[in-house]
Nanobody
Framework: QVQLVESGGGLTQAGGSLRLSCTLN????????MGWFRQAPGKEREFVAV????????MYSDAVKDRFTIFRDNTNYTVYLQMDSLKPEDTAVYYC???????????????WGQGIQVTVSS
């Protein structure tokens, strides 16, 4: 069984930075893929970024590209989302997810974190 424990987040002003962490408790597969998604009030959950554990390949949504960075620490099985130049439209609940498919589709991820609030004021 895989468990994902998220931390970080909070409140910041526009232009600020925050870092989210997601620690994976359980198996790490050679095809392991870790994703970050977000959901704003009244909106559908959307893809943010994804990382392949084995080769550190990454992919980002157009909305966050060049502002957010996804990376991992293999020593503590943690994946991070560094968020810079934050905008009010980045306000959402952020979720990390684990799977084995290199995809932006949330339905193809097997395990999910509890979600963590990120609020960016203008």
């Amino acid at each position: 069984q895989v468990q994902l424990v998220e931390s970080g987040g909070g409140l910041t002003q526009a232009g600020g930075s925050l870092r989210l962490s997601c620690t994976l408790n359980g198996w790490i597969y050679t095809r392991q893929v870790m994703g970050w998604f977000r959901q704003a009030p009244g909106k559908e959950r959307e893809f943010v970024a994804v990382l392949k554990w084995s080769n550190r390949n990454t992919m980002y949504s157009d909305a966050v590209k060049d502002r957010f960075t996804i990376f991992r620490d293999n020593t503590n099985y943690t994946v991070y989302l560094q968020m810079d130049s934050l905008k009010p439209e980045d306000t959402a609940v952020y979720y990390c997810a684990a799977g084995t498919d290199w995809t932006r589709r949330s339905s193809l991820y097997d395990y999910w974190g509890q979600g963590i609030q990120v609020t960016v004021s203008s």
